[in-house]
């Protein structure tokens, strides 16, 4: 039986994070995300990523208590992808060179738009982050 409703959106990804502090600057200054809401209460930051929020819970604060921190070995997740325009690789090279993060080699790739130009980097925790030409 099929649900009474139908998907139109991904809403949030939540990341649990050691340097809340560290992490915000990372997604805020180097991939351009837009700070929507503070919930300090809660060692919670609300990144704006299009129509979509990317959350960020410090591992100390209320909501991130109760496990290990993710690392290497222990990831968030696989990888996380945001669609980037204008696609200019050489300009998007050499702004994230500012900020010490080396993209691997562009490839083709299937996603949401379809195929397109993607790249994979490496945020401050580890975490795969793919940035992909937004078509």
């Given at each position: 039986?099929?649900?009474p409703?139908?998907?139109?959106a991904?809403?949030h990804?939540?990341?649990?994070?050691?340097d809340?502090?560290g992490?915000?600057?990372?997604?805020?200054d180097?991939l351009?995300?837009?700070?929507?809401?503070?919930?300090?209460?809660?060692?919670l930051?609300?990144?704006r990523?299009g129509a979509?929020?990317?959350?960020?819970?410090?591992?100390?604060?209320?909501l991130g208590r109760?496990?290990?921190a993710p690392?290497?070995?222990?990831?968030n997740?696989?990888?996380?992808?945001?669609a980037v325009?204008?696609?200019d690789?050489a300009?998007?090279?050499?702004?994230?060179a500012?900020?010490g993060?080396v993209p691997?080699?562009p490839a083709?790739?299937?996603?949401a738009g379809?195929?397109?130009?993607t790249v994979?980097l490496r945020?401050p925790?580890?975490n795969?982050?793919e940035l992909r030409?937004?078509g």
């Open positions: 039986m099929p649900p409703f139908a998907p139109v991904l809403d990804l939540v990341i649990r994070v050691r809340l502090d992490m915000e600057a990372f997604y805020r180097a351009g995300c837009e700070v929507a809401h503070r919930q300090e209460a809660l060692g930051v609300h990144l990523v979509s929020l990317l959350d960020l819970v410090w591992i100390g604060g209320k109760g496990g290990e690392d290497q070995g222990r990831p997740m696989d990888h996380l992808c945001i325009a204008p696609w690789e300009a998007i090279r050499a702004h994230l500012a900020f993060v691997d080699a083709e790739r299937y996603g379809g195929r397109a130009t994979y945020d925790e580890g795969a982050v030409a937004a």
